[in-house]
């Protein structure tokens, strides 16, 4: 396995402007999370994906928030017109078909700082 | 809801000592429960987990039993080292759920 990889690592942007984030699962895993984490908190789960159907999102997961796994591969996350309070590390999961949720492979994340 | 309420940290121990951090839980059924852990610049980790009530979950030292009286997943290592220094969550997914909610995270560093 040759991990987890998302892009950038780090992102600093001003209110109001559109970010993308893109996450590139292990090789054949067909689930994808993605979950935020504000600082000195654990992991809010946003939304889930098997192959390119997003299955479930959470209710923090605001229509300026989307995203996509068109081809059942890498998944990219956008958040329109940006807020401070976007402010958080975004972390993109992913897992094999039968061990789902038991088993999940976590990225290093993206940083987003929004001034 | 579902949720997770981990010890305060962050905790400082010197090496070899025992390690404890407390984990309960409040969640309808009959979660799954696990332990994760964050190195510093690293992704999470998973650590160890337990499907089913009087489970232990065991590895590198560590261990955690499922306790369903006391809705409780205690992380125990008996001599912690000091590359053990790290971030370590607890978390449950309800049965047939495909998400994890976290505690809030213990931050454990070890001096030599």
């Known amino acids: 396995d040759t991990g987890v990889s998302q892009n950038p690592r780090h992102k600093i942007t001003k209110r109001g402007q559109n970010v993308t984030f893109r996450c590139d699962p292990i090789s054949e895993h067909n689930r994808l999370y993605w979950y935020r984490q504000t600082l000195g908190q654990g992991p809010e789960f946003l939304t889930y994906?098997?192959?390119?159907?997003?299955?479930?999102k959470s209710r923090l997961l605001s229509d300026r928030f989307s995203a996509e796994r068109p081809k059942g591969s890498f998944s990219t996350l956008e958040i329109q017109r940006t807020e401070q309070g976007d402010s958080a590390m975004y972390l993109c999961a992913s897992s094999r078909n039968g061990q789902g949720i038991e088993k999940l492979f976590f990225g290093s994340g993206t940083q987003l700082s929004v001034l | 809801g579902d949720s997770v309420t981990q010890m305060e940290g962050p905790v400082t121990l010197s090496e070899e000592a025992f390690l404890t951090i407390n984990c309960t839980y409040t969640a309808t059924g009959y979660p799954s429960l696990f332990w994760y852990v964050q190195y510093p610049g690293e992704g999470l980790q998973l650590l160890l987990k337990?499907?089913?009530?009087?489970d232990k979950g065991s590895n590198k030292g560590f261990e955690a039993t499922y306790r369903k009286e006391t809705t409780s997943f205690h992380l125990e290592k008996g001599s912690v080292q000091v590359s053990d220094s790290a971030v370590y969550f607890c978390a449950l997914s309800s049965q047939g759920a495909q998400k994890l909610v976290f505690g809030q995270g213990t931050r454990l560093t070890i001096n030599p």
């Open positions: 337990a499907t089913k009530a009087d």
């Open positions: 994906f098997q192959n390119e159907a997003q299955l479930e």
